[in-house]
């Protein structure tokens, strides 16, 4: 799937993750900005990239702000991200994520 | 807590605002700069400001927060902002701020684009620097060249500004036009950006490109379009400076940026100052004296502009090349029916 438009999701108080996701032609770029990114920036990057793969994105920028987010959260903000991206924001698909 | 929107234009709203950023260091108040802003928030506790922010265009503006230890208000305000802009499709933001707050804004996701010893510039979004420099043109062995640059509004392209581009031109291998891409002036990005094309189209080592976001811009020196004091012409100028220096020079191998000498504006005199300070070694500076016509008189884009205003069209021939006669014979209504809205021409 083809970023149409760049989106943003979330924000960066404390336990959430703000992502920005636009238009990239090298794969799935992740610029991660974390306070704990030596200690969970791999898992970050993977949640992030796989869900982007469930919405068959392959190329895309994103921008990770974390502020101590759980899993859940980035993967919440990222769907709400991807479904904006896509233009898709009145039809997620919740539960094949 | 709460966030709520501030109007400026409301009395009470603008007293509390003002207020609160004099208690916070934060003065400058002309109507220039606060007639730009587009949006302004504020973070309350029991009826008391405790934090703001504002947005103008693509630049977050006077944030302050109650107690410099709270980073929640901060990332607040400024989470808030980022989600105002994106609600109106801008994503890639800048921020002008203390050099000490540059690393809390680097924490929620800015990259420092430029740091002197009292202010900062950082941006964040999906189009940073990299992706700019990323799309200009290249050449084989760039890094083997003799490179200039010259950053020009060209308001309009005069044949002053075609004396400084063969000048460069004839001394270097490869040289880099920018063209100041901020809409503030009588000829708009496009049309700027399309007439000095035309008018070095016949230089075939010169690279006509915007200057993006990055150079003289509204984001990086506001006081280029806004009437300013010189010290905040100082300020701004000097991270204009670093930037070139810094962010843009080196990846493109510029060696020597060229400028034309500036007999006239107050602002862009300090700006040739700042950059011969600022530049070297590393970027050398050359100033090139102003060309004249036959009768020995100084062309300028003002001088341009004030006959275009007067419809007094036929001595245009002494101060442009045929391109830009051409587009202004073409366009003369339109650039007229401009001035006529108040569109500034005295200034740059």
Redesign the interface.
Known sequence: MEIK????AG????SDI?I?L?KGNDGIDVDL?S?VKKQFGDQIVKVITDTLNKFQITNA?V?A?D?GALDCVIKARTITAASRALNQEDQINWEVL | MQIKNLSLKNKKDLQIWKEFLTEHGISNFSSAEVFKIDETIALFEDQRIVATGSLAGNVLKYIAVESEGSGSEFNSVISQLTNLAAGKGIFHLFVFTKAKYSKSFQFIGFKELAKSDNAALLESGDYLIGDYLAELPRVANQEEKKIAGIVMNANPFTKGHRYLVEKAASENDYVYVFVVSTDASLFNSKERLQLVKEGTADLKNVFVVSGGDYMVSYATFPAYFLTSDQTVIEYQTTLDALIFKNQIAPVLNIQTRFLGEEPFSKTTGIYNRILEKVLPPSVSVKIIPRAKTQSETIITATEVRQLIAKNNLVPLKQFLPFTTIKYVEEHKTELQSRIKKGININGN
Do not use: N
């Open positions: 438009k760049t989106a943003l924000t960066t108080e404390s703000q920005t636009s900005t306070d920028k921008r702000v502020k």
